[in-house]
């Protein structure tokens, strides 16, 4: 079965601009995770939604947000870039419960 | 913060068993330990988990100690790509809880 698709791969940002990352989740899993990887900090989670609804939120500020539509996919979007959002930042799917997360191969961006 | 803690690094020689230790001395009667992976630039890969029965996968085994405060993953036969950064992490699904990255351990399989 098909993986978790995120698109683009590679993105190039200018400072002040906005962008938008998609992530499409494996048939049936209605849980959809973001989290930003920087070599300082880690893998740092964003927020995760479930069934439409942003179910848990992690710490960081209001120019990161995200949704999911009705068909499980799901949209992050970064507002005012600086350049301190130039990272990895990665989606994960599940089914939910105790199941683990199934991650993409995330959107590199770099903000200039 | 994770409630995990996981030696920085590691070195195995190839083919031989790579034993990963993790401590969760915090855990709680609903957490489930997890173990994933993330080889260089790649998004992490799920290994295992499990709540306090050790688990054996196509992949790995993972083994609890019985007061639950601790567990080894293991790698049976090392290969070089087995070269990443292994994260344990613990959750509770019940609380829809996310899952916690700490800086996990990197291991090094050697030639």
């Known amino acids: 079965k098909a993986g978790v698709t995120q698109t683009p791969r590679y993105l190039i940002k200018t400072r002040g601009q906005q962008v938008t990352l998609s992530c499409s989740p494996i048939?049936?899993?209605?849980?959809v995770s973001w989290y930003q990887q920087t070599p300082g900090q880690g893998l740092q989670f964003l927020f995760e939604?479930?069934?439409?609804?942003?179910?848990n939120k992690g710490n960081f500020p209001g120019r990161f947000s995200g949704r999911q539509f009705s068909n499980s996919r799901s949209e992050m979007n970064v507002s005012t870039l600086e350049l301190g959002d130039s990272a990895l930042y990665l989606c994960?799917?599940?089914?939910?419960?105790?199941?683990?997360?199934?991650f993409g191969s995330g959107t590199r961006l770099t903000v200039v | 913060d994770a409630k995990t803690t996981q030696p920085p690094s590691m070195d195995c020689a190839e083919g031989r068993a790579a034993n990963l230790p993790c401590n969760h001395s915090?855990?709680?009667?609903?957490?489930?330990v997890y173990w994933y992976r993330q080889i260089h630039s790649q998004g992490p890969q799920y290994i295992i988990h499990?709540?306090?029965n050790n688990e054996t996968n196509e992949m790995a085994s993972l083994i609890i100690t019985e007061d639950r405060k601790s567990s080894t993953l293991i790698l049976p036969h090392a290969t070089l790509r087995d070269t990443a950064v292994y994260y344990c992490?613990?959750?509770?699904?019940?609380?829809?809880?996310?899952?916690?990255f700490g800086p996990g351990t990197r291991l090094s399989v050697l030639p």
């Open positions: 915090t855990i709680s009667g609903n957490e489930y």
């Open positions: 499990g709540l306090k």
């Open positions: 994960a799917s599940s089914l939910g419960g105790v199941s683990g997360y199934t």
């Open positions: 992490i613990v959750r509770d699904h019940n609380y829809g809880q996310n899952f916690v």
């Open positions: 939604y479930f069934s439409e609804t942003q179910r």
């Open positions: 048939s049936g899993h209605r849980s």
